[in-house]
């Protein structure tokens, strides 16, 4: 039973430790309450479509594993803000997304200011 055990926890060590999540700080806002809010509206106004646009110049391409964070349970706001205030965090699950990796983070960082930018929201520094 022990060895069960054992080989169980092993297993679940090396699902652990192959994640493959890149967590990108993005930007910066000046509340939890924001962060939250903006957050999950331009996550539910076609982040990954507009992502995939500029990246592969087509909106219809699905990006595997792209998402945002922005509430700060999951993670230590302070690692991303050392300056203050509340991230907008780009994820992306780089096995998914394969060799094109870079180039999402990338287009998915710009498109996340521009559609901050269209919102009118201010940033931090």
Not at 78 to 91: A, D, F, N, R, T
Not at 93 to 121: F, Q
Request: proline share 2%; net charge negative.
């Amino acid at each position: 039973m022990k060895l069960i055990f054992a080989i169980l926890v092993a297993m679940n060590l090396l699902g652990c430790s192959s994640t493959t999540e890149i967590y990108n700080q993005s930007i910066c806002l000046q509340s939890l309450d924001q962060a939250r809010e903006v957050g999950s509206e331009i996550f539910h106004s076609s982040f990954g479509s507009r992502v995939s646009y500029w990246a592969y110049g087509d909106a219809n391409v699905s990006i595997k594993g792209i998402g945002l964070k922005w509430d700060g349970k999951n993670f230590n706001h302070s690692e991303y803000c050392p300056k203050g205030g509340y991230p907008l965090v780009i994820l992306l699950d780089t096995e998914a997304a394969g060799e094109d990796s870079e180039r999402i983070l990338s287009w998915a960082k710009i498109v996340l200011k521009r559609m901050l930018k269209d919102r009118n929201v201010e940033l931090l520094d």
